[in-house]
């Protein structure tokens, strides 16, 4: 069992579309967990958050991003991502789905 959590600052556009498709793209790899939505509402939990932007998805406390580890630009903004047409407004599905592997894999292994 994994705790998912999306963070995001209240009126992030990219939040709203994010969740469904989060939900979606969950249930097509047989996931049921529920999705926890995390609100950061000023700069300083940002900053106690380690928020890097809206949204941010973590799976146990892990950002799925694979550089988030090395970043420390936290703050109340929108967050971009890397594709393979540009930038986009949420994680590539292949970070969520590798991300969810990595964790089922460590919980079988522990």
Same mark, same amino acid.
């Given at each position: ?19 469904p498709?989060l ?9 049921? $967990? ?6 950061? $509402? ?31 630009d936290?703050?109340?903004q ?15 599905d ?14 079988v292994?522990?």
């Amino acid at each position: 069992m994994s705790v998912i959590e999306v963070w995001y600052f209240d009126g992030c556009p990219s939040h709203e579309s994010f969740v469904p498709h989060l939900r979606a793209l969950l249930d097509t790899a047989g996931v049921d $967990e529920p999705i926890h939505e995390r609100a950061v $509402e000023t700069d300083d939990d940002a900053l106690a958050h380690r928020f890097l932007g809206s949204p941010t998805l973590r799976i146990d406390g892990v950002d799925v991003d694979p550089t988030a580890a090395q970043r420390t630009d936290y703050g109340l903004q929108c967050r971009l991502y890397p594709a393979e047409d540009g930038l986009r407004g949420i994680p590539p599905d292949a970070w969520i789905l590798a991300a969810l592997r990595q964790r089922v894999s460590a919980s079988v292994a522990g």
